[in-house]
């Protein structure tokens, strides 16, 4: 089904548009992945539920996709703005570790990150190191007529290609002031293709080139990765809106210099904003990120995390807060109990049509992947009791397969979850509400209010009157 046409917002025009394929029988869309050189954090996770919301949409309007997902191992500085040491460099020293090693580890969690938030894999997770070869060929290519050599590397001259910078449309104020000086560079804006070794460094990461023995710069793998498996021009390429700044940029340069044409490689560029906290975005550097297992110790359940994404637009800020969360906990809690409810009862005719839940949900997503609106109609179909319970559950797979909050197997008991830290498990928990609701039936209220300070003591918030009838949550 293709249905209503699908419209996004393109960070190129910054406008609205119509997407219409390259090839309707395989949409190309290349994400920008994680450097697995630490966990990635939850803010690093939005960019993931909002590109695997994107890939559920075009395939449940009916296009087949081929998706990539890339895994920076190498290159990438810590400076995005193309300066500093190589993250992964940086890691393995402070760590006392093998590169490789630190690699492989942060890659499979982050792997195991997506698997929890229910995110579709890829078509393919290809690594920057994989690709040294093709990065070191496409700086050759055109290293005449857009390059430079100086003693630490090659550099890109940005003022080689066209329109430099359109993308972020900033790039002779603010975006080249976020860019440290290196001595030599004609323009600020400049960038590495090539980093050479300096004398006496000590890399686990390098390999030989035409500029000398090192390591390549970070934004040459996605223009050589995209261009390996999705071809020179493909249909979308997602990230933070961070790297509209500087990343992509750059990479479009690289691009227009391979091509020698004004071309970006991508029809259509799409950017979700930053997770927040009251004290400023989540990042890294600041130290003290949360990621997705610290949720999960907290008591949890990481497709709580999933719903609290899709309740904002993926181009709006999204503030993260412990109490916001738990309130997505007790929507996704009441959904299972709705569904739970439905799959009880028995088959009836339907007065209803689900069939304009469904209608509303493609014009939802179909507006820029507006996914509070789905949501919406979501509860609105579940609560319809004038459509039967089967086509409401026929509903729901409809709006699972683009939500992809797993509702049709989603249950109670997956949803119970409690704190890493807790010195008691789920049917401790149970035993002890069944002993406070027998003390309360007596009107043994000192017992009552003692087993609800023994439950609080690890973890477990007792919450009375709740009209879900879920006893028990994680102490916030």
């Known amino acids: 089904m293709n249905?209503?046409?699908?419209?996004?917002?393109?960070?190129?025009?910054?406008?609205?548009?119509?997407?219409?394929?390259?090839?309707?029988?395989?949409?190309?869309?290349?994400?920008?992945?994680?450097?697995?050189?630490?966990?990635?954090?939850?803010?690093?996770?939005?960019?993931?539920?909002?590109?695997?919301?994107?890939?559920?949409?075009?395939?449940?309007?009916?296009?087949?996709?081929?998706?990539?997902?890339?895994?920076?191992?190498?290159?990438h500085l810590t400076s995005d703005a193309d300066a500093g040491d190589d993250k992964m460099e940086a890691a393995a020293k402070a760590a006392g570790q093998d590169i490789w090693a630190i690699a492989a580890h942060y890659t499979a969690t982050f792997k195991q990150n997506l698997r929890d938030l229910n995110i579709v894999d890829p078509s393919r997770f290809p690594l920057a190191t994989d690709h040294v070869a093709g990065m070191i060929d496409w700086g050759s290519a055109i290293e005449a007529k857009h390059c430079y050599r100086l003693p630490d590397g090659l550099y890109f001259d940005t003022a080689s290609v066209p329109d430099y910078g359109s993308l972020a449309r900033q790039v002779h104020d603010e975006g080249e002031s976020r860019i440290d000086p290196v001595a030599g560079k004609r323009n600020a804006a400049d960038f590495a293709i090539w980093r050479t070794s300096t004398p006496g460094e000590n890399r686990q990461m390098e390999w030989d080139s035409p500029w000398g023995r090192g390591a390549p710069g970070w934004h040459l793998e996605c223009s050589v990765m995209s261009r390996q498996y999705l071809g020179p021009k493909f249909d979308i390429h997602t990230g933070g809106i961070d790297h509209r700044e500087i990343h992509h940029p750059n990479e479009i340069a690289q691009n227009q210099a391979m091509s020698g044409t004004a071309d970006t490689g991508a029809n259509y560029w799409l950017h979700n904003n930053f997770l927040v906290e009251r004290a400023g975005k989540m990042s890294k550097s600041a130290g003290g990120f949360k990621r997705l297992q610290s949720l999960v110790d907290r008591g949890f359940h990481p497709l709580s995390y999933r719903l609290m994404c899709l309740q904002a637009h993926y181009r709006s800020e999204m503030e993260f807060s412990w109490e916001g969360l738990a309130a997505a906990q007790t929507r996704l809690k009441?959904?299972?109990?709705?569904?739970?409810?439905?799959?009880?009862?028995?088959?009836?005719?339907?007065?209803?049509?689900?069939?304009?839940?469904?209608?509303?949900?493609?014009?939802?997503?179909?507006?820029?992947?507006?996914?509070?609106?789905?949501?919406?109609?979501?509860?609105?179909?579940?609560?319809?009791?004038?459509?039967?319970?089967?086509?409401?559950?026929?509903?729901?797979?409809?709006?699972?397969?683009?939500?992809?909050?797993?509702?049709?197997?989603?249950?109670?008991?997956?949803?119970?979850?409690?704190?890493?830290?807790?010195?008691?498990?789920?049917?401790?928990?149970?035993?002890?509400?069944?002993?406070?609701?027998e003390a309360r039936a007596a009107k043994d209220f000192a017992r009552s209010d003692a087993i609800r300070d023994e439950l609080a003591a690890v973890g477990v918030e007792v919450m009375d009157g709740d009209p879900i009838g879920w006893d028990w949550r994680p102490l916030l």
């Open 334 to 437: 009441r959904l299972v109990q709705s569904v739970e409810a439905l799959r009880a009862r028995p088959a009836a005719p339907s007065a209803g049509s689900a069939a304009a839940y469904v209608e509303r949900l493609d014009v939802a997503v179909s507006d820029d992947l507006s996914t509070p609106r789905a949501l919406i109609a979501l509860d609105e179909l579940l609560a319809d009791k004038k459509v039967s319970a089967g086509d409401r559950l026929a509903a729901l797979a409809e709006f699972d397969a683009v939500l992809g909050l797993g509702l049709a197997t989603l249950t109670r008991a997956d949803l119970r979850t409690r704190p890493a830290d807790a010195t008691i498990d789920a049917d401790g928990i149970e035993a002890k509400l069944v002993e406070r609701r």
């Open 3 to 75: 249905g209503v046409p699908l419209v996004l917002y393109n960070s190129l025009s910054r406008a609205i548009e119509t997407f219409v394929p390259i090839d309707p029988t395989d949409v190309r869309v290349y994400s920008c992945g994680p450097t697995v050189y630490n966990y990635a954090h939850i803010g690093n996770l939005r960019a993931y539920v909002f590109t695997d919301t994107l890939g559920r949409v075009l395939r449940w309007k009916g296009w087949p996709l081929t998706h990539i997902i890339n895994i920076t191992d190498v290159g």
